[in-house]
């Protein structure tokens, strides 16, 4: 939950948290859609996933809730 609450900050600040390396911005590339990682983790949460695996799945799959869901089902993404 202090994910999700850092997450809909205006300035997140993931190191006091311990996850700077998580969405890590540099001009060279940008962070990944913070909003998208929230709305993706609501959604697949509420579909009983855990929010480890979760979380993991969308980090993998760049935030898109469609590819995690179809892994977490056993399908090809």
Do not use: C, R
Request: no cysteine.
């Amino acid at each position: 939950m202090k994910i999700l609450a850092e997450a809909e900050n205006e300035s997140q600040n993931w190191s006091n948290l311990g996850l700077e390396n998580l969405f890590p911005a540099t001009a060279d590339s940008p962070s990944p859609s913070v909003k998208e990682f929230v709305n993706g983790y609501h959604v697949l949460q509420e579909m009983g996933f855990s929010a480890n695996n979760v979380a993991e799945a969308l980090l993998m799959y760049d935030n898109d809730a469609d590819k995690a869901l179809a892994h977490f089902l056993g399908g090809s993404p």
